[in-house]
Each structure stands twice: as structure tokens, then as C-alpha cells.
């Protein structure tokens, strides 16, 4: 370890002068670069190529456990230790930044549906309890908004829609894609926050058509819908918060790529044992 510190660190400063910091001799310098590498360095340099791609698939959200189990699929035998040793060695590192934008107006005279969920978001299929919530991303045309609708089963993704105004159409819209997609069975629970958009006649009416059972947070809790905010949580962590677009069209592709390209077909979770949404699923099925 001292030897490459001195390798990296020589074109900057005297060889000399670093291994006299370092407490080694020039001499045993000069003999550590010319040895033949060992077997494991050179396990440690393909092992280091695999964590550099992963780092990149995974829009930098990685940490040493998932990491680790992303490597174990891809067949390298390698443990938490190894590849955390390699990822604080080389610099990679989860990048994660925080903002904040109130969403949610609860300041209206419609209806109010009880906590049928009442946190409980485990279920034993798909189909049982969905959730939805709406976010927002910044562009340099003002704000996007995003609507998405959740399976519990497996956190994917199953209905979203975007715009620039969050009025009932846009959680309307998420809605309609989650119903097409899945074609939910009557009584499967359908829980969001109290907001205007979900308790508005029009949702509340394709709500009934479906035969969904109504369930609502309770004021002002935001860990009622924790799923949800989970989900929010990921996708800024990893994408928004991370890029500065400068049209709402450019930010919608950006989340279309986020949903449909990595968090339902390649982002694990612990939760659902170390799997993504669409893989849960399908070893469910």
C-alpha cells in the first residue's frame, strides 16, 4: 500500500522525499515496481473494472453491500470486505444531496378515506396493496411533477405521468397506466396522503369503476406512505438531485430512462432480498 501511494503520488513530488513520509527506502521502491504483479493484485485490478462498470449501472447509488451482491451475480467470488477495501481505495462513492418542495395540499372539502393500510405494506402477491404520491423536479422552465403509483408487493413501479402543473389528470394519469398494466382484481387497497388530486370527485369515480378499497394517510404523517417516500427518496438521491435539466421534456426522458432502464428491471433492494422489482416478480411467478 505505501509502494502504490508512492507510484501515484511521484510525478507530484520526489520520490525520495515520499519515501522518507512513507518510511520505506528508494531502494525498496524500485524493487517493488519492477516484481511481477501477484495473483491477487491481479484479481484486485479485474475485480476493480467490475466495480467502476457496476458504480456506473447503478447511477453511482451503490454501497459496499449492494455492490457486493451485484459482483457475487455477475459469478466473482469476492466479500464485503474485499470489494470495500477496493471502493475506498479508488474513491468511488455513493453521491447523495437533499432538497425539499411541499407537495401535498390537503387544504380542501372533498372526502377523506380511512387508513386501511395503517402501515402495514407487506403483502404475499402483487396486486394486493398499491400506493401513490406525487414529487417534483427543478428544470429552467420551472417545475416538472411526478406522479407514480407502486406495487407494495415488490416496490415497482407500475404507473407514472408527468407535468407541469399538479392538478387531479396528472395522478389521473399514473393511474390509468397502472390499471392497463396490471389490471388490478377488486379490494386491492389503493393508499395515498390526503392530497387534493386523490380525494378529487374524477379519481375517487376511476377509483369505484375498478373496485379498489380506499385508503388514506392520516394528516400530516408522512410515514403512513413511507413506500412511497422511499421511492422518491431513491430517484432523487440518484437522479435529480444529481443533473440540472433545461426543459421539462429533457427531465421526463431522464425519468422514463431512471424507472423503466434501472429501478424496476435492475436496482436491488434489501427488502425484497437483495433482488430488483422485476426480478422479485418473476421468482414469485
Not at 447511477?59 to 470489494?83: D, F
Not at 398494466?181 to 389503493?190: F, M, T, Y
Request: charged share 25%; glycine share 6%; proline share 3%.
Amino acid at each position: 500500500m505505501r509502494f502504490a501511494f508512492i507510484d501515484v503520488w511521484k510525478e507530484e513530488w520526489p520520490v525520495e522525499f515520499l519515501c522518507r513520509v512513507m518510511r520505506v527506502t528508494s531502494r525498496g521502491f524500485r524493487a517493488w515496481r519492477v516484481r511481477p504483479m501477484s495473483q491477487r493484485q491481479r484479481d484486485d485490478m479485474v475485480i476493480l473494472a467490475h466495480i467502476r462498470e457496476q458504480h456506473r449501472l447503478s447511477l453511482q447509488s451503490y454501497g459496499r453491500p449492494r455492490m457486493t451482491e451485484e459482483l457475487q451475480e455477475l459469478g466473482l467470488k469476492v466479500g464485503h470486505r474485499r470489494v470495500g477495501r477496493l471502493m475506498g481505495e479508488n474513491g468511488i462513492k455513493i453521491i447523495r444531496t437533499q432538497k425539499y418542495k411541499a407537495t401535498t395540499d390537503s387544504n380542501h372539502t372533498f372526502n377523506i378515506a380511512p387508513n386501511l393500510l395503517d402501515q402495514d405494506f407487506s403483502a404475499t402477491g402483487p396486486n394486493q396493496k398499491w400506493a401513490g404520491d406525487i414529487s417534483y423536479i427543478w428544470t429552467s422552465e420551472g417545475w416538472l411533477y411526478l406522479a407514480v403509483i407502486l406495487d407494495l408487493y415488490s416496490r415497482r413501479v407500475i404507473g407514472w405521468a408527468v407535468s407541469n402543473r399538479m392538478k387531479k389528470d396528472l395522478a389521473i394519469r399514473a393511474l390509468d397506466m397502472a390499471v392497463a398494466l396490471r389490471q388490478p382484481p377488486e379490494d386491492c387497497i389503493h393508499h395515498t396522503d390526503r392530497g387534493s388530486q386523490y380525494c378529487s370527485n374524477e379519481y375517487q369515480k376511476r377509483l369505484s369503476k375498478h373496485g379498489f378499497k380506499i385508503s388514506m394517510s392520516g394528516k400530516g404523517n408522512c410515514y403512513d406512505n413511507s413506500m412511497v417516500e422511499t421511492f422518491f427518496k431513491s430517484i432523487k438521491a440518484e437522479l435529480i438531485w444529481r443533473n440540472r435539466w433545461d426543459t421539462r421534456r429533457q427531465a421526463e426522458g431522464a425519468i422514463f430512462q431512471y424507472i423503466n432502464g434501472f429501478y424496476n428491471p435492475r436496482r436491488r433492494h434489501s427488502s425484497l432480498g437483495g433482488k430488483s422489482p422485476l426480478a422479485f416478480e418473476r421468482k414469485a411467478a
